[in-house]
């Protein structure tokens, strides 16, 4: 059962094979029995789980249920949630209950879908392998000793682990593509402005998109629909007619011309993940598609333009958790500077403090040009090289993280190591352009993520070439072992 | 040594939009603590600002004022800072491209003479919160009812010489954002406050002073004391030997004097950047050529034609265009068809005297400007006479009726029929046969007596200049 897609999920409750509820209790079961040993979630709400179940059986029975009515969905603890515990990862919003819920969550209940609960994430989003988290770290269900991937390993991890059939991500980096590479399951992260940021809890704003993370093209097709969209309370959200997702996916692709950037295949890849892309790149040539070999010359500086412009737009973002109105306060300040302090000092995580000093420094009186305005001109030259690219090509193919997954602690102490697990990502988010991963083999036992880049706008195209690449291989119907029963 | 004072003034004018400039909260003054401050303006985890559209439309009717560049594309920027009133952490400003920029206005000196004074920039931004250090018990209370009210900042050129010039451009800039409706000028409240950037130079000396900034001076007369005791200060220093030092000082009205509040060295480093949740603004032609058409006659072109057309002296329409409404309430008297010298007259003395005394806004004034021109129509026609008019006036105030009502129900109209009056004459100088002998004999002062003997006969209602007329040629 909880190896079915959106779709068979969908016409099993619509054909009244079974019931939401009954397939709520499945996931709040599976979530009991299993999520001790993975940790994808923060926070499970089953008694609001079930009623709104019982509501959406009422819909289906009555014969008026959507395509998503009683689906249950895991939200990212990064959306806020009216009366449910918005964390962030972090201790500094232990305690923090928004009275209000992210555009994003009310679009999925207005699809009628059942929220199983809130999954773990690195604390604010900023983390490669969801260790920086408040609630511990996120394990691999392919492998336990191995990380997820971040940040949004929870529900990654939650979804590979048939802990919940579809989840919400949210990618600043290529916090939605490399936790869904490392963790076998396939996730998009939009254009920049296709869903609104509303209520999704800020990291660096020009860079964040929330996503669907799934276990098929199809699937993310659902979700998405449901997730796009105007939204006047977002001014970067864009007014723009959301396409029928499905309704393109089974487009031929014979023809398709397949970018390669030579840069995603040089030093720091690992040979079996190159191996498993270059094979999935065979698959696509064998189905007619065309290979070309294209340059992103600029795209070795996404890294270091990155790691200035987010946690520039990090500093900022986060100076309201300051202990006064919300949050993590510390006991007995002294006086207002100590309550900054000691408050701030004490509510964020190492990672989060390291970024948000960078930050801080790179905005300074005198650094300003030399950083932040630099890494806002790279960030031209890079999103160019994708113009240029785009000119030549239908959409962009490549590993979506150099590696499989390692190991839990393995980079915890080497920042600069952890910043490169995102190498290939995060070009895409400077750019603001749509990007998705999609399994495609393993590595000794750990699985592999194929990356596509589209245009501006191009989720159809994205998503149609996902599907066609799914229904050619097998990749993204592989589970877990120890999860599958 | 000779000192020449350098003055730059940043006025701060609250935008009167009726919600938040990046939030649908209102922004009415007074409210219960925290009762107005939606998600976005307490800074929770996740909201997002949203432009009001109102508050751009204000800011560019200002710059199109005051003959500025609205700028086609301008931008948001943060400021940040940490404060307990500042929910986010950081201000939405704008700091590199500012959405007014180059503008001046004309003020008028002592002397009579006029002079220009430039306005470098004015921009957009929000208000931060209050703090509140009283009734808490050594505890600090926060009310952010007033953080995302809609400032615009405009900032002017070091132009001004004297704090008289500083009051001047000051009370320019007031009248100016009320002509224009985009500001309540409720100094009171805070909505129009003022921070000055005073320096001292030797007279003739190219270069500027050190200059030190007084904060939020909250009326025009503080103002002109805080600028005279500061650049007092200074000369003080520099007289002494000593250095300016830049710093930022606070204006102490009880004990007239500035003190520091922190130095250049303390300055905040604001790390200015672009604020990523929200796009450049960008105005077309076609939007700032509707707010162009929306303009109102600006005080300046209002003063002209009141001294063209209504043939008013220009110090009386200089009084009578200070504010939009006294202007209107001008124009509205004369509609009764009276004449524009006695309205400007009855106006500026006998009207603005009594809402003095009583306390009262021209807006809350009992006599209407329908009723005051009624009332201007009987002095021009000679029904009563100025003097009588007082009397009307007073019965309007009281809320007697129009003028016309007053003068009938208790007959105030003037005696021009010069028989009666001759009567009147008559009997007063048959009573008094010693003071004519006075009179005739050349003693002018005692025509006074007659004339106040006859009027009060009249009970004040004989046309004075025909009572005159007609003594002198009795007397004679």
């Known amino acids: 059962m909880q190896n079915k897609t959106l779709a068979e999920l969908a016409t099993g409750l619509h054909a009244k094979q079974f019931t939401s509820v009954e397939l709520t209790q499945m996931y709040l079961d599976r979530i009991a029995r299993f999520d001790k040993e993975i940790n994808s979630y923060v926070t499970v709400t089953p008694e609001k789980a079930l009623a709104q179940a019982a509501a959406a059986d009422t819909l289906l029975r009555s014969g008026r249920g959507g395509p998503l009515t009683g689906i249950p969905i895991a939200h990212k603890d990064i959306f806020c949630t009216d009366g449910i515990r918005t964390s962030c990862g972090s201790r500094m919003l232990d305690n923090f209950i928004a009275p209000y819920d992210a555009s994003v969550v009310t679009r999925c209940y207005q699809a009628n879908m059942v929220v199983l609960g809130k999954t773990n994430m690195d604390e604010f989003a900023m983390g490669s392998s969801n260790e920086t988290s408040y609630y511990g770290p996120v394990k691999n269900p392919w492998d336990l000793a191995a990380v997820p991937g971040g940040s949004s390993g929870g529900s990654a991890a939650a979804v590979a682990a048939g802990l919940a059939p579809v989840a919400t991500g949210t990618d600043t980096g290529g916090s939605i593509r490399q936790p869904a590479a490392l963790c076998g399951i396939t996730g998009l992260k939009p254009t920049y402005g296709l869903v609104s940021r509303y209520g999704m809890i800020a990291f660096a704003s020009s860079l964040d998109q929330a996503g669907p993370m799934a276990r098929s093209a199809r699937d993310c097709a659902m979700l998405l629909q449901v997730m796009a969209g105007f939204d006047a309370r977002d001014s970067t959200s864009l007014e723009r007619l959301v396409p029928d997702y499905q309704a393109t996916l089974d487009r031929d ?19 079996g993940v190159e191996q498993v892309i270059r094979d999935a790149l065979k698959a696509f040539e064998a189905r007619g598609a065309v290979l070309v070999d294209i340059r992103l010359p600029n795209s070795k500086l996404s890294v270091p333009t990155y790691y200035v412009v987010a946690p520039a737009e990090c500093s900022s973002n986060l100076s309201r958790f300051d202990g006064v109105r919300f949050g993590y306060r510390c006991q007995e300040p002294a006086d207002l500077l100590d309550l900054y302090r000691r408050s701030r000092g004490e509510g964020f995580g190492a990672e989060v403090k390291r970024r948000i000093m960078i930050g801080t420094y790179a905005l300074s009186a005198g650094y300003y040009d030399a950083y932040y305005l630099k890494a806002q001109q790279l960030r031209q030259l890079i999103s160019e090289d994708f113009v240029h690219a785009f000119k030549q090509v239908d959409v962009i193919m490549g590993p979506t993280s150099p590696t499989v997954a390692f190991n839990l602690g393995e980079r915890t102490e080497d920042p600069v190591t952890m910043y490169l697990s995102d190498i290939y990502t995060i070009a895409v988010n400077l750019a603001g352009l749509p990007g998705m991963s999609v399994p495609a083999g393993f590595v000794a036992g750990r699985p592999v993520g194929l990356q596509l880049i589209g245009n501006y706008f191009q989720e159809a195209r994205l998503l149609n070439v996902a599907h066609q690449y799914q229904q050619m291989t097998g990749w993204h119907q592989q589970v877990p072992p120890a999860f599958a029963r | 040594m000779e000192w020449e004072t350098v003055i730059g003034l940043e006025i701060h004018a609250q935008l009167q939009t009726r919600s938040k400039i990046f939030s649908g909260a209102a922004t009415a003054y007074g409210a219960a603590p925290n009762t107005q401050a939606c998600a976005v303006d307490l800074g929770l985890p996740g909201v997002l600002p949203v432009l009001n559209k109102e508050a751009v439309r204000m800011a560019a009717k200002f710059g199109l004022a005051i003959g500025a560049t609205v700028a086609h594309r301008s931008i948001f920027a943060r400021k940040n800072y940490f404060y307990p009133d500042l929910p986010k952490g950081y201000q939405i400003s704008q700091y590199e491209l500012p959405i007014v920029a180059g503008g001046k206005v004309q003020i008028e000196l002592e002397d009579g003479t006029h002079k220009t004074i430039g306005v470098t920039r004015a921009h957009l931004e929000e208000d931060a919160g209050k703090s509140l250090h009283e009734d808490f018990h050594g505890m600090t209370g926060i009310d952010l009812n007033r953080a995302g009210t809609p400032l615009l900042e405009i900032v002017s050129e070091p132009d001004m010489r004297s704090a008289q010039e500083a009051v001047a451009y000051m009370k320019k800039i007031h009248s100016l954002v009320r002509y224009l409706e985009i500001c309540d000028g409720n100094m009171q409240e805070g909505s129009f406050r003022c921070d000055a950037n005073v320096s001292v130079r030797p007279k003739g000396q190219r270069e500027f002073g050190t200059r030190a900034e007084l904060k939020n001076i909250n009326s025009f007369r503080f103002v002109e004391k805080a600028i005279n ?100 309430y001008f124009e509205r008297t004369l509609d009764a068809g009276g004449s524009a010298k006695l309205a400007a007259n009855w106006i500026i003395t006998e009207l603005s005297g009594a809402l003095n005394r009583a306390g009262l806004e021209l807006g809350a004034s009992p006599v209407t400007p329908q009723q005051l021109g009624g009332m201007i129509k009987r002095i021009d026609d000679n029904t009563i006479s100025g003097k ?86 009795k007397l004679q």
């Open chain 2, 388 to 473: 009588i008019a007082k009397q009307v006036f007073e019965a309007m105030w009281g809320g007697a009726g129009d003028a016309d009502e007053i003068i009938e129900n208790q007959g105030l109209r003037q005696v021009t029929d010069s028989g009666a009056i001759e009567v009147l004459i008559d009997e007063i100088i048959a009573a008094n046969p010693q003071q004519v002998e006075q009179y005739r004999a050349g003693k002018e002062k005692v025509f006074g007596f007659f004339v106040g003997q006859v009027m009060k006969a009249s009970k004040g209602k004989a046309n004075p200049q025909q009572l005159n007329d007609l003594l002198r040629k």
């Open chain 1, 253 to 271: 692709i014979r023809g398709l011309k397949i970018g390669v950037p030579v840069e995603f295949f040089e030093q720091g890849l690992d040979a």
């Open chain 2, 229 to 328: 005791i500061e650049v007092e200060r200074q000369i003080d220093i520099l007289e002494s030997g000593g250095k300016v030092v830049q710093e930022t000082r606070l204006y102490d009205a009880d004990n007239n004097q500035t003190r520091a509040m922190r130095s250049k060295e303390e300055a905040m480093d604001y790390r200015y950047f672009p604020d990523p949740d929200l796009l450049p603004v960008a105005l077309d032609d076609a939007f700032l050529n509707t707010v162009r058409a929306s303009l109102p006659e600006l005080p300046d072109a209002k003063r002209r034609r009141f001294i063209e057309t209504f043939a008013v002296s220009e110090y009386d329409a200089g009084i009578l265009t200070s504010s939009r409404e006294l202007a209107d």
